[in-house]
Nanobody
Framework: QVQLVESGGGLAQPGGSLRLSCLAS????????MAWYSQAPGKERELVAQ??????????SSFGRFTISRDVAEDGAKSAVNLDMRNLKPEDTALYLC?????????????WGQGTQVTVTE
């Protein structure tokens, strides 16, 4: 199993920055792609950014403003996926959720964190 815990959300002004972190623990060797999604009230969950073995992919809205990165502990027991958010806009306001896709014997499993709220307002 895999556990995901997000942190770092909060209130920011337009043009400001935030750093979100997702601490993953559990069966790390059975985790492939990790990603951040956003879900605004009344809207569907959307992919913000993902990282797979160092290769990153961004949505059109996050490209050029957000950076996703992944750190792995030396013993491999834990991993952190970070999302550096810059030049924030009011439309970035949403619940941000960390996602991990299972591989090997966890193939086909999806793991989600509880989410961290980002609010961008004057």
């Amino acid at each position: 199993q895999v556990q995901l815990v997000e942190s770092g959300g909060g209130l920011a002004q337009p043009g400001g920055s935030l750093r979100l972190s997702c601490l993953a623990s559990g069966s790390m060797s059975h985790i492939g792609t990790m990603a951040w999604y956003s879900q605004a009230p009344g809207k569907e969950r959307e992919l913000v950014a993902q990282i797979t073995e160092g290769v990153t992919r961004y949505s059109d809205s996050s490209f050029g403003r957000f950076t996703i990165s992944r750190d792995v502990a030396e013993d491999g027991a834990k991993s952190a996926v970070n999302l550096d958010m810059r030049n924030l806009k009011p439309e970035d306001t949403a619940l941000y959720l960390c996602h991990a896709a299972g591989i090997k014997w966890l193939r086909g499993r999806d793991f989600w964190g509880q989410g961290t709220q980002v609010t961008v307002t004057e």
